[in-house]
């Protein structure tokens, strides 16, 4: 890994986005009948510039909320700061932040935040620096694995077929809808998957101990991959360490917020942990997560969103090598599979990194007109 500069932030932009016409993954918290998105820019004082994602996908309009923290709150704190590493500066912010964050009651918001503005900044410096993450991190094989997320009952034949014919090998089945109906739709997908596939489930955190334990027990015998959030991610550890001696591993980590949240886990049995580019940590997060994992414990990058926040979760699992797979979902959703272009092809059950300078793929500007959300309207200069 070699050094980066030390670049000064002149200028920070948030734009929401939201598609209409794509097609939501049913889950048993809700629907997103569109697909809103927050992205940030941030430029130094040579103009060059980086592109981060902040986590928004519920509720509907939580990309203007957070919108406007970052240009009221956020923003201003950054001008004129230096830094070389990204860490510097989420270090910075949640020291003279998170008071103000916890008296608001958003602290895993103010999360959220610091994570899409640590993608922003790693984009920032490694487009500076003229490289990319692959060449910064001296990665020998820039293709991260991937499984295809989000199935749903309606179309899990269809989208099977179609996501093995890409090389893909695992299939993440969304349950949370009822034990019979959750129990069947697995039976179901499990006589169907050809030789050499896979599947895991994910209800959401939707159900609570008891009826985990019993789905569990009653899918074991079709060898699921994981079990994802079987309950709320605050259920007290005794309920962890209850469902991970049954047998699949369990896997979660979209809703765990910092370093000791994922070790409380892990030591209650969380057998793969899944954290969120824009939810938590961001690059740095995920990177130091992974360097502290026990032996035994794997990191597969969690991820529903744009194009900019996938092809971050993607170098993740590029970094982290061969025990790390990363979530794509299947559901068609503009701003994954047009915003920054044909980035996000998969092929042998792969997706290659982009080859110019920086972390992520930079929107499109005409695709960020087209899904630009024209209801947020940008604080005056």
């Known amino acids: 890994m070699r050094d980066l500069p030390s670049l000064t932030i002149a200028k920070v932009a948030v734009v929401p986005l939201r598609a209409r016409g794509g097609v939501s993954p049913k889950m048993a918290l809700g629907l997103m009948q569109e697909r809103p998105a927050l992205l940030m820019r941030v430029e130094d004082d040579q103009g060059a510039y980086g592109w981060g994602e902040i986590w928004a996908n519920f509720p509907p309009r939580a990309n203007l909320h957070k919108a406007h923290l970052v240009e009221d709150i956020i923003g201003p704190r950054l001008t004129g700061q230096s830094f070389s590493d990204p860490r510097e500066i989420g270090q910075s912010l949640r020291a003279s932040l998170r008071t103000y964050f916890l008296h608001i009651g958003q602290l895993q918001v103010f999360e959220h935040l610091l994570a899409g503005l640590d993608l922003a900044l790693w984009d920032l410096v490694l487009r500076a620096a003229g490289r990319n993450a692959v060449e910064h991190f001296g990665v020998e094989h820039p293709f991260a694995r991937v499984y295809a997320s989000s199935i749903n009952p309606e179309d899990a034949d269809a989208m099977v077929d179609r996501h093995w014919k890409a090389g893909e090998t695992l299939f993440k089945l969304k349950l949370g809808f009822g034990e019979d109906r959750d129990i069947a739709f697995v039976s179901r997908v499990a006589d169907m998957l050809p030789d050499g596939a896979w599947f895991a489930v994910d209800p959401n955190q939707t159900w609570d101990v008891q009826t985990a334990s019993r789905i569990i027990r009653a899918i074991a015998e079709f060898d699921p991959a994981f079990v994802e959030e ?152």
Not at 291 to 302: F, I, K, T, Y
Not at 320 to 331: L, Q, R
């Open 230 to 381: 079987p309950i709320p991610a605050d259920r007290p550890l005794a309920e962890w360490e209850a469902l991970a001696r049954i047998g699949p591993p369990i896997a979660g980590g979209e809703n765990l917020y910092g370093q000791e949240e994922f070790s409380r886990l892990i030591d209650a049995g969380l057998g793969i942990v899944q954290p969120d580019v824009a939810k938590w940590g961001g690059l740095s997060g995920a990177l130091d997560l992974a360097a502290s994992l026990p032996g035994g414990v794997a990191l597969w990058p969690h991820f529903m969103g744009t194009s900019v926040g996938q092809v971050a979760a993607l170098t993740v699992s590029v970094i982290i090598g061969a025990s790390s797979t990363c979530e794509m979902d299947v559901n068609r959703n503009a701003l994954r599979t047009d915003l920054s272009g044909p980035v996000l092809k998969i092929l042998d059950g792969s997706v290659a990194l982009p080859t110019d300078p920086g972390l992520t793929a930079p929107p499109l500007p005409h695709e960020l007109d087209r899904y630009r959300d024209l209801t947020f309207t940008p604080r005056a200069a």
